[in-house]
């Protein structure tokens, strides 16, 4: 048995062995995501990156979506840090400002909604790399420079920037319908949604001008793109008067550990149909309680967090 005086020793070890996960979990990480809350995580990443501006091309054959490509125009990566990127759950050094922590967040999200995930990138000075895993197993395919090149510079002009493309392949969770026209309506409704529930985690960053998103759609088989679509920012507080004369009003306390936190109580205005009231065209009674932040990236929407229960009496509290 394990005592209190149990300590570990050199000399009763017979050898090393590695313990290498079971290939399923690979189909289990990341499975709470959804297809909106998967690509966050890959801006994330961008945002980390440096970039300002990133591009969501949804890749269709007669109207089939198979592949999401996400080019962002930040820094890129060197080889070896492609090969860190991919490894699952490598951690590197996360400045305070960043947004990703636990070296899951693209491989988790990526791998919840394809098969295969493929990252192509430049760093400055640097030539086109490309990485591609796949849920089969834990080994990475280091792409041939030529396929590096061509699915970075999938457009013209495209390696005038350093910046990084993750590209999701065999994405799952689409419209099979066989109707063309079905599936055309099931992907302009995916765009719409997209549009909406990303303008509301970026809101802050988006109306600063600091992120710029696009959503578009790609036909394969006559290798036309639609017209970008911007994301516009959605904003959970953006009234121009309080439901209440004595709010908004900011409440500071610290924890146990001695962090200072201060929540910016809110009370909506009780008439209000807006876009900022109803979020994503949902009952306002469905948006009552916290939104947490950080570095400006919407994190939590909604919700009690425990503190107290939802309430119709609560249904134009927000903080």
């Known amino acids: 048995m394990l005592g209190e005086g149990s300590t570990a020793r050199a000399d ?14 690979l189909t289990a990480i990341g499975r709470d995501h959804t297809l909106a809350t998967a690509l966050a995580d890959l801006i994330d990443n961008s945002i980390d990156a440096h970039a300002d501006t990133v591009t969501i091309r949804l890749v269709t054959t007669d109207s089939l979506l198979h592949t ?18 991919m490894r699952l759950g490598e951690r590197r050094e996360y400045a305070a400002t960043d947004h990703g922590h636990f070296g899951m967040g693209l491989k988790a999200a990526s791998l919840s909604q394809s098969r295969t995930l493929t990252v192509f990138t430049l760093g400055e000075g640097d030539v ?105 920012p959605v904003d959970p507080f953006g009234f121009q008067t309080s439901g209440h004369a004595d709010y908004p009003v900011s409440v500071t306390g610290v924890t146990d550990d001695g962090c200072e936190l201060t929540a910016v109580l ?6 209000s149909k807006s876009a900022s009231a109803e979020l ?35 249904q134009l509290a927000r903080v």
């Open 128 to 232: 086109p790399r490309a990485i591609r895993i796949g849920r089969q197993g834990f080994h990475g395919e280091v792409l041939t420079d030529q396929a590096a090149w061509n699915g970075f510079e999938d457009e013209p002009g495209s390696l005038d920037s350093t910046g990084t493309v993750v590209e999701w392949s065999g994405v799952e969770n689409v419209s099979r319908a066989s109707s063309p026209t079905e599936r055309q309506m099931w992907l302009e409704r995916l765009v719409g949604s997209l549009r909406t529930e990303l303008g509301l985690t970026f809101h802050r960053l988006l109306s600063s001008g600091r992120l710029r998103i696009g959503v578009e759609v790609f036909d394969d088989a006559v290798a036309l793109v639609g017209v970008r679509r911007n994301v516009e």
């Open 12 to 25: 009763d070890v017979s050898r090393v062995v590695e313990l290498p996960p079971e290939k399923g979990v």
């Open 280 to 314: 994503l065209a949902r009952p306002r009674r469905e948006w009552q309680g916290f939104y947490i932040y950080r570095n400006d990236r919407l994190l939590h929407a909604a919700g009690w967090l425990e503190q107290a229960h939802s309430d119709r009496r609560l």
């Open 68 to 85: 999401v490509r996400v080019r962002d125009n930040g820094d890129g990566m060197s080889g070896d840090e492609l090969q860190l990127a």
């Open 266 to 271: 809110h009370i909506l205005p009780p008439n």
